[in-house]
C-alpha cells in the first residue's frame, strides 16, 4: 500500500470518529491521476491543494426504525344477539364473559378457552334459540300483515256500503220530493207520505 492510500484511509476514518457537531477545516486534495480527495488535514507531499473550507461537520442521519408497533384489541364490544334473551342464565353469561374479554385486552388462551367452552355446552342452544326467535319474528309479521289486510277489505266494505246509502237517501228524496209536490193525494197516499217522509229522515236525515 503507497504512503498517500495510507495517509487517505487514516484521514477518512479520523473523520468517522470525529463529533458531529465539532468545527472541521476541509482541505480538497488532487491527485497525480486526478482523482481529488476532501481531508481534515493539509494535503500530503504529492497531492496538490485545489481548496481550503471551514465548516462544521454534517451530522450523519441515524436510521429510522420501521419496528411494527404493537396492535392493540378493538375495545368494542360485540353486538349483542337479539336472541340472547331466548338461551338459559348461564349461556348467556358465557357470552358475555367472551365479549368482556375480547374488550379487555385478555390473552389469547383465556379467550379460545371460554370460546371453546360455549361451543361444546352453547352452541346447540343457541341455534335453537336463534330459529325460536326468527321464527316467532315471522309469524309476527305475518300476523300483522293479515290484520292490515282486515283492516283493509273492513275500511272498502265501510266505504262501498256508504256509497250505496247515499245512492238510496238521494234516490228516496228525490221520489219524497215528488210526491210532496202532488197536490192530488189521497188521504190514504198522504198518510202513506208522512210514514215515507219519517223514514227518510230517519235513515238520511232531515233535508
Do not use: H, W
Not at 110 to 134: L, N
Amino acid at each position: 500500500m503507497s504512503p498517500v492510500i495510507a495517509f487517505l484511509l487514516f484521514t477518512t476514518l479520523s473523520l468517522a470518529m470525529a463529533s458531529p457537531a465539532s468545527a472541521q477545516t476541509r482541505y480538497s486534495c488532487r491527485d497525480e491521476q486526478g482523482a481529488v480527495y476532501t481531508l481534515a488535514r493539509p494535503c500530503p507531499k504529492g497531492m496538490v491543494t485545489s481548496a481550503v473550507s471551514a465548516g462544521p461537520v454534517e451530522p450523519r442521519a441515524e436510521p429510522r426504525s420501521y419496528a411494527p408497533t404493537p396492535s392493540r384489541r378493538s375495545s368494542a364490544m360485540r353486538e349483542v344477539p337479539e336472541y340472547e334473551s331466548y338461551m338459559s342464565g348461564r349461556c348467556r353469561t358465557l357470552q358475555n364473559s367472551i365479549r368482556g374479554a375480547s374488550a379487555n385486552g385478555s390473552s389469547y388462551d383465556v379467550i379460545a378457552g371460554m370460546q371453546r367452552e360455549y361451543r361444546r355446552d352453547c352452541s346447540d342452544e343457541e341455534s335453537d334459540a336463534a330459529s325460536r326467535y326468527y321464527r316467532e319474528r315471522r309469524e309476527a309479521r305475518s300476523q300483522r300483515r293479515t290484520e292490515r289486510e282486515r283492516e283493509e277489505q273492513a275500511q272498502l266494505a265501510q266505504e262501498e256500503q256508504e256509497s250505496r246509502k247515499a245512492l238510496q237517501c238521494a234516490e228516496s228524496k228525490r221520489i219524497l220530493a215528488a210526491k210532496r209536490a202532488r197536490t192530488d193525494l189521497t188521504p190514504g197516499e198522504r198518510n202513506d207520505l208522512r210514514r215515507f217522509e219519517t223514514n227518510v229522515i230517519t235513515r238520511c236525515g232531515d233535508f
